[in-house]
């Protein structure tokens, strides 16, 4: 029972830290032009 005194906070801590690293990338153009990325690779014929 005393793990789960540190095992929530770190948890709560990493799910926090990956929803901001998931909002700093969307705001920062990483998921832009997924469409295009199809287009810009070759073709095998």
């Not at 770190?10 to 199809?38: H, K, N, P, R, Y």
Request: aromatic residues 8%; contains cysteine.
């Amino acid at each position: 029972m005393t793990s789960l005194y540190l095992l929530i906070p770190i948890g709560v801590c990493v799910v926090l830290g990956a929803i901001v690293v998931f909002l700093w990338a969307a705001s920062d153009g990483q998921f832009d032009g997924l469409d295009e990325v199809s287009t810009r690779l070759p073709d095998d014929e």
